[in-house]
């Protein structure tokens, strides 16, 4: 695990909030020149803490209103070959290998319930390996940051 000290949090949490903040603001808030700031951003994607910049697109203002939830239960034998299909599907976000009953987590977006179904009938349910599926939506989104501070 990488040991962060305060200015590392405090330049991961300007970025969390704006990623294409410019390094000069940055350098202003942390009270750091910009090429202090600059080679502790350089540090921490060196060092795998931030991975790549991308934006945080709201899904319902580009036509997807619907977020899923599947909760997928796998045999052992079926583990990754499910996983790996599931990451090639375009309408999955995220998969996660999980604990307790559930075998994997996904998240998808889709254009409304109807797309969900169908997604569902079409492609979840014809995977080998999948022995259920438990979908929720989601209904509000109340945070999707990291606070750090």
């Known amino acids: 695990m990488a040991e962060l000290d305060a ?8 970025l969390m909030k704006d990623g294409r903040m410019p390094i000069a603001q940055i350098a202003q ?5 910009r090429v202090g700031a600059r080679e502790r ?3 921490l994607k060196k060092r795998g803490v931030i991975t790549k910049f991308i ?11 619907c977020s899923a939830f599947l909760d997928i239960e796998v ?20 998969v996660y290998l999980m604990t307790g009953n559930v075998s994997l987590h996904a998240h998808a977006l889709m254009l409304d319930n ?8 079409t492609k979840i349910y014809r995977i080998p390996g999948i022995t259920n599926v438990n979908v929720s939506v989601m209904l509000k989104r109340y945070k999707t940051e990291l606070n750090l501070l």
């Open 7 to 14: 200015l590392d949090k405090k330049i991961l949490d300007l």
């Open 29 to 33: 808030q942390i009270e750091l020149s």
């Open 41 to 43: 951003i350089n540090k």
């Open 55 to 65: 934006p945080l697109i709201d899904n319902i203002a580009i036509g997807y209103t």
């Open 75 to 94: 045999g052992p034998q079926s583990l990754e070959s499910v996983a790996e299909e599931l990451t090639e599907l375009d309408e999955i976000m995220v």
């Open 114 to 121: 109807k797309h969900l179904a169908e997604f569902l009938r």
